[in-house]
């Protein structure tokens, strides 16, 4: 896949990238040991694979033109709250996921704000300056990711199954 990139490098373009290796059973960094340590290898697999696609975007030159996104749809649980895995709490353990972003222009700093993975789609439409369309229900992160701040007024949904919960920015959670 990366190989085939590559060859396409030179173009515009958009590339989305996922990697199921973190996953139950975990086996992507060995079958042995318990699963929160089989959890932990897996980790380190994609972080490797994140590593050779850094590496390939500077290989490239595209550093200069490349809005680089890390995230994860969920966390997992390891017996925090009586859980395990995802899907089936509204816990912070499987809510709050790592959002990262670098690319020029992107001011490296650590961002306390509660957002939403639905702030991506107009976080990276605002960012090439194409307006976002009224149905989306996100909200640009672009001021975040130029050093400044921004409010919002709007609570944070998240749903599992039959469960759903709102997250207010004064840290109140409501399920």
């Given at each position: 896949?990366?190989a085939?990139?590559?060859?396409e490098?030179?173009?515009?373009?958009?590339?989305?990238?996922?990697?199921?290796?973190?996953?139950?059973?975990?086996?992507?960094?060995?079958?042995?040991?318990?699963?929160?340590?089989?959890y932990?290898?897996?980790?380190?697999v994609?972080?490797?694979?994140?590593?050779?696609?850094?590496?390939?975007i500077q290989?490239?030159?595209?550093?200069?033109?490349?809005?680089?996104?890390?995230l994860?749809?969920?966390?997992?649980?390891?017996?925090?709250?009586?859980?395990?895995?995802?899907?089936?709490?509204?816990?912070?353990?499987?809510?709050?996921?790592?959002?990262?972003?670098q690319?020029?222009g992107?001011?490296?700093?650590e961002?306390?704000?509660?957002?939403s993975?639905?702030?991506?789609?107009?976080?990276v439409?605002?960012?090439f300056g194409?307006?976002?369309p009224?149905?989306?229900?996100g909200?640009?992160?672009?001021?975040?990711?130029?050093?400044?701040?921004?409010?919002?007024?709007?609570?944070?949904?998240?749903?599992?199954?039959?469960?759903?919960?709102?997250?207010?920015?004064?840290?109140?959670?409501?399920?």
């Open positions: 896949l990366l085939t990139r590559e060859r490098a030179a173009r515009p373009g958009f590339y989305w990238v996922h990697y199921l290796d973190s996953h139950d059973p975990f086996y992507a960094g060995g079958k042995g040991g318990k699963k929160f340590a089989r932990l290898r897996s980790l380190k994609v972080d490797g694979y994140l590593g050779q696609v850094r590496a390939a290989r490239l030159g595209l550093g200069e033109r490349t809005l680089l996104f890390l994860s749809d969920h966390g997992e649980a390891f017996g925090e709250h009586g859980s395990y895995f995802h899907g089936g709490s509204l816990y912070d353990e499987l809510l709050r996921v790592p959002l990262l972003v690319g020029p992107v001011v490296p700093r961002v306390g704000a509660t957002v993975l639905v702030d991506l789609g107009p976080t439409l605002d960012w194409v307006p976002t009224a149905t989306f229900m909200e640009s992160l672009v001021p975040f990711l130029l050093g400044g701040s921004r409010t919002f007024d709007r609570p944070i949904v998240a749903e599992t199954r039959l469960k759903q919960s709102m997250l207010f920015e004064d840290g109140r959670k409501v399920i």
